[in-house]
């Protein structure tokens, strides 16, 4: 069973960093995309941050560039996001995704196979 477990939400003042985590477990495929959507009150769930394991190929929605960072550790299968100079409109649900997909295909929703449970985001302005 695949499992993706998250950690690293809280509460922050605008300005301040987070650092989210996602290890995934449980599967198979050797190439893969890892990576984090969100969805706001009222929002569709939108893909913020993502990369691949075999070639560190990444995407940033543009809302998050120079301010959001993902990396990964192959060997933990695991990503991490930095999320500096935050601001209230992060605020969100943040979501753990997973698939064999491309890179671009995984930028929406309809391309992640696996989801994890989510991690609060809530930025204070």
């Known amino acids: 069973e695949v499992q993706l477990v998250e950690s690293g939400g809280g509460l922050v003042q605008a300005g301040g960093s987070l650092r989210l985590s996602c290890t995934a477990s449980?599967?198979?495929?050797?190439?893969?995309?890892l990576g984090w959507f969100r969805q706001a009150p009222g929002k569709e769930r939108v893909g913020v941050s993502l990369?691949?394991?075999?070639?560190?190929?990444?995407y940033y929605h543009d809302s998050v560039k120079g301010r959001f960072t993902i990396s990964k550790d192959n060997a933990k299968n695991t990503v991490y996001l930095q999320m500096s100079s935050l601001k209230p409109e992060d605020t969100a649900v943040y979501y753990c995704a997973l698939s064999e997909r491309d890179i671009v295909t995984v930028t929406t929703p309809y391309g992640v196979d696996y989801w994890g449970k989510g991690t609060q985001v809530t930025v204070s302005s």
């Open positions: 449980g599967f198979t495929f050797d190439d893969y995309v």
């Open positions: 990369i691949r394991s075999k070639d560190g190929g990444t």
